[in-house]
């Protein structure tokens, strides 16, 4: 994907910035931004972009990504009027604290941790626990102390094993505005369409290009062919339906876009190393 830059808006003379958002929906843009972000989200589920990574959203996950990495969250909307989400969202940029801050020998540690969050990285456990109370305390808190939970964070993610990489690349292709407006159009248009049949030739279309320049340009930005980018989008929306209802696995199959039954064990073996069954029984044993 082409993401947009994206300004982080703070207070002049605050070194980063917590919020506590509740809101119809998150910013559904594919953007990046040179501060890290730590998101905790409280409400809400969805399909999220992270880099190379596709993968559903949950009530209680935390996301760490790292400077200038590429992402957005799409969120599954019920027919309500008064839905909304809720995260809390820490923004602190790399050298907050001073460029001599990450130099000296008792913070070595970070730069490399910064370094690894450019993949984003899942964080569980009680890494996560001891995380989220902090960041609650931050919302409430002004001056020092607030920087003081900062560096309580650092510590704990450099000390923890709880983490998990979402992103296969830390390398994003330069882009242009014109490039963000022209891919954000395919993303949305995927997601709107992914349980029907989708044509190359429908795709690149929308982008103004032949279907080859289409498929050579898609390639250079994101990494991956479109289709295999539209079979993970397909395939995570088969992994919520896994987990959160009870249909049999070819309705699934067709519900998330794939032609049959066996089509759909092929490629989620493929991309997840396990099939469909033996994901399901993860999450209910027995």
């Given at each position: 994907?082409?993401?947009?830059?994206?300004?982080?808006?703070?207070?002049?003379?605050?070194?980063?910035?917590?919020?506590?958002?509740?809101?119809?929906?998150?910013?559904?843009?594919?953007?990046?931004?040179?501060?890290?972000e730590l998101h905790y989200l409280i409400?809400?589920?969805?399909?999220?972009?992270?880099?190379?990574?596709?993968?559903?959203?949950?009530?209680?996950?935390?996301?760490?990504?790292?400077?200038?990495?590429?992402?957005?969250?799409?969120?599954?909307?019920?027919?309500?009027?008064?839905?909304?989400?809720?995260?809390?969202?820490?923004?602190?940029?790399?050298?907050?604290?001073?460029?001599?801050?990450?130099?000296?020998?008792?913070?070595?540690?970070?730069?490399?941790?910064?370094?690894?969050?450019?993949?984003?990285?899942?964080?569980?456990?009680?890494?996560?626990?001891?995380?989220?109370?902090?960041?609650?305390?931050?919302?409430?808190?002004?001056?020092?102390?607030?920087?003081?939970?900062?560096?309580?964070?650092?510590?704990?993610?450099?000390?923890?094993?709880?983490?998990?990489?979402?992103?296969?690349?830390?390398?994003?292709?330069?882009?242009?505005?014109?490039?963000?407006?022209?891919?954000?159009?395919?993303?949305?248009?995927?997601?709107?369409?992914?349980?029907?049949?989708?044509?190359?030739?429908?795709?690149?279309?929308?982008?103004?290009?032949?279907?080859?320049?289409?498929?050579?340009?898609?390639?250079?930005?994101?990494?991956?062919?479109?289709?295999?980018?539209?079979?993970?989008?397909?395939?995570?929306?088969?992994?919520?339906?896994?987990?959160?209802?009870?249909?049999?696995?070819?309705?699934?199959?067709?519900?998330?876009?794939?032609?049959?039954?066996?089509?759909?064990?092929?490629?989620?073996?493929?991309?997840?190393?396990?099939?469909?069954?033996?994901?399901?029984?993860?999450?209910?044993?027995?």
């Amino acid at each position: 994907m082409v993401p947009k830059l994206h300004i982080v808006p703070r207070p002049l003379d605050n070194a980063f910035s917590i919020r506590h958002d509740i809101v119809p929906q998150f910013g559904s843009i594919w953007h990046y931004h040179p501060e890290i972000e730590l998101h905790y989200l409280i409400k809400g589920e969805g399909i999220r972009f992270i880099g190379d990574s596709i993968g559903n959203f949950q009530p209680d996950d935390m996301i760490l990504m790292g400077s200038n990495v590429p992402h957005t969250w799409k969120c599954n909307i019920p027919f309500s009027s008064d839905y909304h989400v809720e995260a809390l969202v820490l923004h602190f940029h790399p050298e907050c604290l001073g460029k001599e801050f990450l130099n000296v020998n008792e913070t070595q540690g970070i730069s490399k941790l910064f370094e690894k969050a450019k993949n984003g990285l899942v964080i569980k456990g009680s890494a996560k626990e001891k995380i989220k109370r902090l960041m609650w305390r931050m919302t409430r808190e002004m001056g020092l102390n607030k920087v003081v939970y900062l560096l309580r964070i650092y510590a704990i993610l450099l000390e923890s094993s709880e983490c998990e990489m979402l992103s296969n690349s830390v390398e994003y292709t330069k882009f242009n505005q014109h490039d963000g407006n022209r891919m954000e159009k395919v993303l949305s248009f995927t997601l709107q369409n992914f349980r029907n049949k989708i044509l190359i030739d429908d795709v690149a279309q929308l982008t103004n290009l032949s279907v080859t320049s289409f498929c050579r340009y898609f390639k250079m930005m994101s990494n991956k062919s479109y289709f295999d980018f539209l079979t993970e989008v397909r395939l995570s929306h088969a992994c919520r339906l896994l987990i959160k209802t009870d249909l049999t696995i070819a309705s699934i199959a067709l519900d998330s876009g794939f032609e049959n039954t066996s089509n759909f064990y092929r490629h989620f073996k493929n991309v997840k190393g396990i099939t469909p069954k033996e994901y399901k029984s993860r999450f209910f044993p027995g």
